[in-house]
């Protein structure tokens, strides 16, 4: 089992910058691939950014690329989203989620753990 907790999220001018973390605890971090996802209010739950368990390997979503960034510490079994150059449509409720494989996924279904999720509001 993996509990997640995310934080860092707030309210933000287009243009500006916020970096989300994500902690995990429970069962070892450093085999699960990490992924990001956001939901707007009445949209669906969509993909950010992932990263796989050694850092090797990230894929962005395209409305991300060159503004987002994702690392991670597995010492300190946390997950970080650097977002950068913030648009109003990047308004959405941000979700870390963890899967149980070292394997990268755009899936929502792919992953096991779930945290709470965070607001992040980007006023125009």
């Known amino acids: 089992q993996v509990q997640l907790v995310e934080s860092g999220g707030g309210l933000v001018q287009a243009g500006g910058s916020l970096r989300l973390s994500c902690a995990a605890s429970?069962?070892?971090?450093?085999?699960?691939?990490m992924g990001w996802f956001r939901q707007a209010p009445g949209k669906e739950r969509e993909f950010v950014i992932n990263i796989d368990y050694s850092s090797t390997l990230t894929y962005y979503a395209d409305s991300v690329k060159g503004r987002f960034t994702i690392s991670r510490d597995n010492a300190k079994r946390t997950v970080y989203l650097q977002m950068n150059n913030l648009k109003p449509e990047d308004t959405a409720v941000y979700y870390c989620?963890?899967?149980?494989?070292?394997?990268?996924?755009?899936?929502?279904?792919?992953?096991?753990?779930w945290g709470q999720g965070t607001q992040v509001t980007v006023s125009s």
């Open positions: 989620a963890a899967r149980k494989s070292i394997s990268r996924s755009i899936f929502s279904v792919d992953y096991d753990y």
């Open positions: 429970g069962r070892t971090f450093s085999r699960n691939a």
